[in-house]
């Protein structure tokens, strides 16, 4: 089978997207003819062949993405030039196109597309346009064009065969927003990656005595909610604990500001560190703001469970993590922007015994080996597509 793959960000970009996008299409390819439509550099050449896939990359333009209007004119620019490579290529109706959704405005497009050339078309979402806009405190739910753009996405979500979506909380949300929509909707969870993440629970501990190291790792912006857990560890008043923050984004000033007797700024780490960086502490801290229910899902939580750390998750208590928390006994949920449910969550983590604290670490590694190893989840990919 003929497979096309849009996606802005791919290899040697291994960032969220471009890491899951890279691997679901080397494993498509092992048994279908695989193209990945994706950006690239003025000086990386357009065609090339990488792993059994064939690459299109189109070169595209640096933008600000911190600057909202320039970040709408680069997404705009990339999804153009999508829709003109796919138009171009005149994608056969036994073919099969498969979107992620960045950049979301492609989406609106290769519908349209998929109208004229009738290909089957699936979109794997990992962010929920243009409902994040309002999550993100970008727009109001009220906006004229928010509301324009809302029809116009669920018009264009309408028309694929299938729905890809990494949480169980996303795939709600997409029965509830397409009533009408005669596809599959299908939860495949992102996954970690088990030749990466080691996890020997009789290693010899290289983290402080006497100290319970909470490890804050990846983005620090808006939809994070890092301000509240920074107002929460300022409340702790113990020396029996540490939190240790590494990442960039819109909020790290007011980690930077913070730093004092319990927090610490380490810097960044890239995905082929994350095992080594992932021993440095006893547990991962992973945040979401409530309103982001169904939006989207951190996918660094496997990796997290794959090393065998258990989570202080702050996150709506319906969310796909939050469920696989509950589910699991892999660590604590707390309610995002709720001080005293942060602090205690913080002081349960101080209050387990040895016992305790390893049969969560058993528990974290389980559901890792059992269902989340990226083999596993990658074979519900090709039985899918």
Aim: charged share 20%; proline share 3%.
């Amino acid at each position: 089978m003929k497979i096309y793959i849009f996606t802005e960000v791919y290899f040697p970009n291994l960032t969220s997207s471009g890491y899951f996008l890279t691997e679901i299409a080397e494993h498509l390819a092992l048994n279908n003819n695989v193209t990945v439509i994706t950006t690239g550099s003025i000086t990386d050449p357009k065609f090339s062949v990488l792993n059994g896939v064939n690459l299109i990359r189109l070169k595209t333009s640096v933008f600000n993405k911190h600057n909202l209007l320039k970040r709408l004119t680069g997404f705009f620019n990339i999804s153009f030039l999508f829709y003109k490579e796919a138009y171009k290529l005149k994608i056969e109706k036994t073919s099969h196109v498969i979107v992620v959704t960045n950049p979301a405005l492609f989406i609106p497009f290769i519908s349209y597309l998929k109208n004229k050339f009738k290909f089957k078309l699936t979109f794997i979402v990992h962010d929920v346009f243009p409902e994040i806009l309002v999550a993100s405190k970008i727009v109001s739910s009220n906006n004229p064009l928010y509301l324009i753009l809302l029809k116009i996405f669920k018009k264009s979500y309408n028309k694929a065969d299938q729905i890809i979506v990494c949480g169980r909380d996303m795939q709600l949300l997409f029965q509830n927003k397409l009533r009408e929509y005669k596809g599959i909707i299908k939860f495949i969870p992102n996954w970690a990656d088990g030749k990466l993440i080691n996890f020997n629970s009789k290693k010899k501990s290289i983290l402080p005595k006497n100290k319970l190291v909470f490890q804050y790792a990846g983005n620090i912006g808006l939809a994070q909610g890092i301000p509240s857990l920074i107002d929460a560890i300022e409340k702790i008043n113990s020396p029996q604990v540490e939190f240790h923050f590494y990442g960039k984004g819109a909020h790290l000033n007011y980690v930077l500001q913070s730093l004092g007797k319990n927090i610490f700024y380490k810097g960044t780490f890239s995905r082929q560190e994350s095992n080594e960086y992932l021993s440095l502490c006893d547990i991962s801290i992973v945040t979401l703001q409530k309103s982001m229910l169904g939006l989207g899902v951190p996918s660094k939580t496997y990796n997290i469970l794959c090393a065998g750390k258990p989570i202080l998750y702050i996150g709506n208590l319906n969310s796909e993590i939050a469920i696989l928390i509950k589910e699991n006994n892999l660590g604590y949920i707390s309610e995002p922007g709720n001080l005293d449910s942060i602090r205690d969550g913080i002081k349960w983590f101080l209050n387990l015994n040895s016992e305790e604290m390893l049969s969560i670490q058993a528990n974290c590694r389980n559901i890792i080996l059992n269902k989340y190893l990226k083999e596993k989840v990658l074979l519900q990919y090709s039985e899918l597509i």
